[in-house]
């Protein structure tokens, strides 16, 4: 996997964050404790809209094109890199209601998981509280005991495999222009289909080891001792 740098602050916390998750790349497939890569992406639904223009008496009739607004909705997506399991759904907004319903949704997917570790970032949707302002109290608490949470560091984007997955699904259908939510709809969940059907998987190839090598700087600022790395 070739990554994108886009790198804040590195600080002890960074380091941590970040070769927490590395470890979790290294681990070997597991499904009673599957590694899962969560976002979302907000969309604009945009449509064409083609318009006469004025002539004067002589000219050729000519057209130009102009773009409607309808509004936007918003991609969650997630993917276990390992198996190439993806699983997609479009809402209208992304707050922490729909946040818990496609968690959900992922929960019903790793039905032999004990725990499924989640690698997402620091949205405040993003943790088990959002599970309470959607559902009761017991189907929340059940729900929140599914998930092992497990954050990128700050500006870390490139540390999230989904990351690679939304690059493809933006160069395969999202950069046209989609003027419904519904067609949008439409044409992720085939497109993630395909996806899902050809098993495309994500290797990672980043390991612990080659971030202190890569960034010993930063580990040598945190703490002297790592000079000798």
């Known amino acids: 996997m070739t990554k994108t740098w886009c790198i804040g602050v590195i600080n002890a916390e960074f380091l941590a964050r970040m070769e927490n998750i590395l470890r979790l790349y290294a681990l070997p497939y597991d499904e009673r404790y599957p590694v899962v890569c969560l976002d979302e992406r907000p969309r604009f639904l945009i449509g064409d809209v083609v318009e006469g223009l004025s002539l004067k008496p002589g000219q050729v009739k000519r057209a ?46 790793f039905p032999k998981a004990e725990k499924v ?74 497109l993630v289909q395909e996806r899902n059907d050809k098993h495309i998987k994500i290797g990672w190839k980043f390991s612990i080891t080659d971030a202190r090598s890569k960034l010993k700087r930063h580990y040598t600022n945190v703490n002297p001792v790592n000079k000798i790395l």
């Open 64 to 109: 130009h094109y102009e773009y409607q607004k309808n509004g936007s909705c918003c991609l969650f997506a997630a993917i276990e890199p390992l198996t190439g399991k993806r699983i997609a759904q479009v809402f209208d907004r992304r707050r922490k209601v729909e946040y818990a319903e496609f968690m959900q949704t992922v929960a019903l997917q």
């Open 117 to 190: 570790r989640v690698i997402q970032d620091n949205l405040n949707t993003h943790n088990t509280s959002s599970f309470y302002e959607r559902f009761d109290a017991q189907t929340a608490y059940a729900l929140s005991q599914k998930f092992d949470f497990h954050y990128t560091p700050k500006k870390a984007s490139w540390l999230n495999t989904i990351e690679t997955e939304f690059s493809a699904l933006s160069r395969l259908c999202l950069q046209r222009r989609i003027p419904t939510k519904e067609m949008l709809e439409q044409a992720v969940l085939q």
